[in-house]
């Protein structure tokens, strides 16, 4: 299972790339807006600026809701840097910018996924990612994981190669579920990667065999 992290924050990505085990970033217009990143040369540089951190894949989302400007953002973030994977909403003109992008050799990511429907669509295109939003669909009194589950197995009745990339990961247990049910991908913050270190048992132990240690060499 590939760990991205989900922030357009610099030092959250550093600590997370120290920590070794990160595959790559997502990012949106709310997650750049957060870091304060704002105006057309200021976001591209950004993203350039989170490519030198990770050895990974980093997802660049357009802002245009036509085809015709998707493609045109889309084309300018992929030459940004080979890194890059272009993020496109699940809208009419998305599917066919995620086609024309999967024409083209470009790697994308089919952002705002909500059913099973959206999900084969997505597939059918040829993105390269596709991200379920599972946190937004808990908030709503609505199992996320469930849509994980549902779309592992339409994909894998006809082996699509999308890869499920489950977003809106709110905590560790997310992250757990999500690898027993077989998701590709998972995009959370920080601090549900690391709370996947967290056992007071480990905590526990280590103390005792430090006091051990201690008792033996005095
Ligand atoms: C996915 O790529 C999105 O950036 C993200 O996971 C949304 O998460 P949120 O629901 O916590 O905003």
Same mark, same amino acid.
């Given at each position: 299972?590939?760990?991205?992290?989900?922030?357009?924050?610099?030092?959250?990505?550093?600590?997370?790339?120290?920590?070794?085990?990160?595959?790559?970033?997502?990012?949106?217009?709310?997650?750049?807006?957060?870091?304060?990143?704002?105006?057309?040369?200021?976001?591209?540089?950004?993203?350039?600026?989170?490519?030198?951190?990770?050895?990974?894949?980093?997802?660049?989302?357009?802002?245009?809701? %036509?085809?015709?400007?998707?493609?045109?953002?889309?084309?300018?973030?992929?030459?940004?840097?080979?890194?890059?994977?272009?993020?496109?909403?699940?809208?009419?003109?998305?599917?066919?910018?995620?086609?024309?992008?999967?024409?083209?050799?470009?790697?994308?990511?089919?952002?705002?996924?909500?059913?099973?429907?959206?999900?084969?669509?997505?597939?059918?295109?040829?993105?390269?990612?596709?991200?379920?939003?599972?946190?937004?669909?808990?908030?709503?009194?609505?199992?996320?994981?469930?849509?994980?589950?549902?779309?592992?197995?339409?994909?894998?009745?006809?082996?699509?190669?999308?890869?499920?990339?489950?977003?809106?990961?709110?905590?560790?247990?997310?992250?757990?579920?999500?690898? &027993?049910?077989?998701?590709?991908?998972?995009?959370?913050?920080?601090?549900?990667?690391?709370?996947?270190? &967290?056992?007071?048992?480990? %905590?526990?132990?280590?103390?005792?065999?430090?006091? %051990?240690?201690?008792?033996?060499?005095?």
């Amino acid at each position: 299972m590939k760990f991205f992290i989900d922030t357009a924050n610099l030092d959250q990505i550093r600590e997370a790339q120290a920590l070794g085990v990160l595959d790559g970033v997502t990012t949106n217009p709310s997650l750049m807006a957060k870091e304060g990143i704002t105006g057309a040369n200021n976001i591209l540089k950004h993203y350039v600026d989170i490519c030198e951190i990770v050895d990974g894949d980093v997802s660049a989302e357009v802002i245009a809701v %036509d085809f015709e400007g998707m493609v045109r953002e889309g084309e300018a973030l992929a030459s940004l840097h080979p890194q890059i994977v272009v993020k496109i909403p699940m809208t009419e003109d998305g599917v066919k910018a995620l086609k024309y992008f999967s024409d083209a050799g470009i790697k994308t990511n089919c952002t705002l996924i909500f059913s099973v429907g959206q999900a084969l669509l997505a597939a059918k295109a040829g993105a390269t990612y596709m991200s379920p939003f599972i946190g937004r669909l808990d908030d709503v009194s609505t199992d996320g994981l469930d849509l994980i589950e549902d779309i592992r197995l339409v994909y894998d009745n006809y082996g699509f190669e999308t890869e499920i990339l489950a977003a809106s990961v709110r905590h560790t247990m997310h992250i757990v579920n999500c690898a &027993k049910i077989g998701a590709d991908v998972m995009t959370g913050p920080l601090s549900a990667i690391k709370g996947l270190l &967290k056992h007071p048992l480990t %905590d526990i132990g280590l103390a005792q065999f430090l006091a %051990d240690h201690k008792k033996g060499n005095q």
